[in-house]
């Protein structure tokens, strides 16, 4: 199996799709494509359906109409080669399980039904927690993280899934400096490996540092392309509303 | 055709009871470790079959009372118990294993809970309360129709002393499965437990799991039924499970735990209903929250331990 592809194939392309949970959609009609190999950066206000459109792209909420191709593909078969990493709040941190426990989640796609984790796995979970400097942490039960330290195991649970294509939901959110210099540091390390990330993002100071591309999102599309083009005052403005300074 | 099936079940029957003779026979020898006052009540053979009983359903409890506490699925266990009764009066009418009916009807109402809360706007918690209300009312109706209702309580609130083999010997079995599910499928229901989201989004069918998972649910308060009855089961689903909860973080150390507060409260619920001659079901049941209240006392985060490094920090005697 080979992970090249054609650059004309985007990794994602999503055309005039539409989510409602109830009646009023929280995604109306978006059309996007994510070039292979890039981080895109995705914006916009609480509410905006950001955390909607990754869930959808998931097939974790059912598109009302529209439809979304994966490396060209239409089918879930190429949902196996995307990487979902959830908002920090999404899970129980309660829960009574280790570090690697939570990292070794990442290869149990790859395993399927029945399978345990192997030598091999363990030791790429390994990898995975040095990658994102927290080897010490390995046995910690979860319960005992801080935020930072949940988020980098979140991370390194990513990394053991091997996907061709992350979506990442707010993975900055409240962690301190150094983690997000970190954090930043894996996405890039991602990237020259081939990997495309999508990243929901609130921080608009950091846009330009941290993205190559940019989705402006407001229930509607506002706009999106190269961070150098979209990311204007006027788009900002459109995105944001009046409360935009 | 009819004569080899039965001749097949009866096989099958034979080397089960076999095995049940075999590790009760092992257990004898354990017991005559004991001294001869606690013994003395296991030389009867009602009395062997019920402890054979009470360790099964002590353990298959204990797994998954585990699975329970994580998944925030009380109400759910006490949902699927109570709903099993239509079940068992029907299969008491009927003349068939009360087991069997006891399964069927309570794996329909929880595909029932599914569907009402897949197709209609009403939540999770309602969705069981509408459907397990609606079953035990049903069962409640069909009971009334029959005349000799004694068996019935057994079902409601449990009879172990009355125990006898083909009961021994289909919960051994239902408690058997139960165990061999929860071994092969034990990654995917931990997975399940943790972050539902990333099963769906590695390609795991959730529903898959969440159906199997109530099923498994199913087979084990099926597997209690003459143990505890149809309304204190729910007890061994939360107690176990919320004991190991408070003492430990760490998942396997937990199902262990788990297993020894079910199999304690059990084996000791029915010496103590036995020499005191009270109703064995409630008295397993306040064994376990026995446990509970020691663990919660006790616990890492419990009263006794701060207390104790409250004294330990207390400002000193001056010197
Ligand atoms: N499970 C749900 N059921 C009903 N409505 C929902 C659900 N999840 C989200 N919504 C609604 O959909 C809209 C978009 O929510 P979404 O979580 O996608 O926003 P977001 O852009 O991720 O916001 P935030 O920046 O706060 O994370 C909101 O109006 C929200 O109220
Ligand atoms: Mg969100």
């Not at chain 2, 068996?151 to 408690?175: C, E, Q, R, S, Y």
Request: hydrophobic content about 50%.
């Amino acid at each position: 199996m080979t992970t090249e592809h054609a650059p004309s194939i985007p990794a994602l392309a999503i055309s005039d799709l539409t989510v409602a949970y109830h009646e009023t959609p929280v995604l109306w009609d978006i059309s996007l494509t994510v070039p292979a190999g890039s981080i895109t950066g995705v914006v916009g206000p609480n509410g905006a359906g950001k955390s909607t459109l990754i869930k959808t792209i998931m097939g974790i909420v059912p598109p009302a109409g529209g439809e979304i191709r994966l490396f060209g593909g239409l089918s879930g078969k190429e949902r196996r080669r995307v990487g979902y990493v959830p908002q920090r709040a999404s899970v129980d941190w309660d829960f009574p399980a280790t570090v690697l426990d939570v990292v070794l989640m990442g290869c149990y796609g790859r395993l399927g039904w029945f399978r345990r984790p192997r030598r091999g796995d363990l030791e790429r979970a390994r990898e995975a927690l040095e990658t994102l400097g927290i080897t010490n942490l390995e046995h910690r039960p979860i319960s005992e993280l801080s935020g930072g330290q949940q988020q980098r195991t979140f991370l390194a649970r990513a990394l053991l899934q091997d996907a061709d294509l992350y979506l990442m939901d707010e993975p900055f959110q409240g962690v301190d400096a150094t983690t997000e210099r970190a954090i930043a540091g894996v996405m890039r390390r991602m990237q020259g490996e081939g990997k495309t990330l999508v990243v929901v993002h609130h921080n608009l100071e950091t846009v330009e540092t941290y993205f190559d591309s940019l989705i402006m999102l407001n229930v509607r599309l506002i706009a999106q392309g190269p961070v150098a083009e979209v990311f204007t005052e006027q788009s900002l403005r459109a995105t944001y509303g009046g409360g935009f300074p | 055709m009819t004569v080899f099936y039965n001749g097949l079940y009866h096989g099958i029957y034979t080397s089960i009871v076999t095995v049940i003779e075999m590790l009760t026979a092992l257990l004898m020898v354990l017991i005559g470790f004991l001294p001869a006052a606690v013994a003395e009540p296991f030389s009867y053979l009602f009395m062997q079959r019920a402890l054979m009983t009470s360790l099964v359903v002590g353990t298959v409890c204990g797994v998954l009372s585990c699975f329970v506490v994580l998944k925030r699925w009380a109400l759910l266990g006490d949902a699927i118990s109570h709903a099993v009764l239509p079940g068992v009066a029907l299969a008491y009418l009927a003349g068939i294993p009360v087991i069997v009916g006891a399964f069927l009807s309570g794996a329909l109402t929880s595909l029932g809970i599914g569907f009402v809360q897949r197709n209609t706007s009403i939540k999770e918690d309602s969705a069981m309360g509408l459907m397990f209300t609606a079953a035990f009312a049903l069962g409640v109706v069909i009971i009334s129709r029959i005349a000799t209702s004694t068996h019935l309580m057994h079902v409601l609130f449990g009879n172990v002393l009355g125990v006898d083999m083909p009961m021994l010997a289909t919960t051994f079995t239902a408690g058997f499965i139960a165990l061999v599910l929860v071994f092969f499928f034990y990654k995917e229901f931990v997975l399940y437990a943790f972050d539902a989201v990333h099963a769906s989004a590695i390609g795991l069918s959730t529903t898959a799991i969440h159906y199997g998972l109530m099923l498994l649910l199913t087979l084990t308060i099926v597997t209690s039924l003459e143990t505890v009855g149809v309304i204190l089961v729910v007890a061994m689903l939360i107690v176990p499970g919320a004991t190991a909860s408070l003492l430990t973080r760490h998942l396997p150390s937990m199902i262990a735990i788990s297993v020894a507060v079910g199999v304690t409260s059990a084996t000791v619920g029915l010496y103590l209903s036995f020499v005191m001659n009270v109703a064995s079901g409630g008295t397993i049941v306040l064994v376990g929250f026995c446990l509970f209240v020691v663990a919660a006392l006790v616990a890492p985060a419990g009263p006794l331990r701060s207390w104790l490094r409250r004294a330990r920090t207390a400002p000193g005697v001056p010197a």
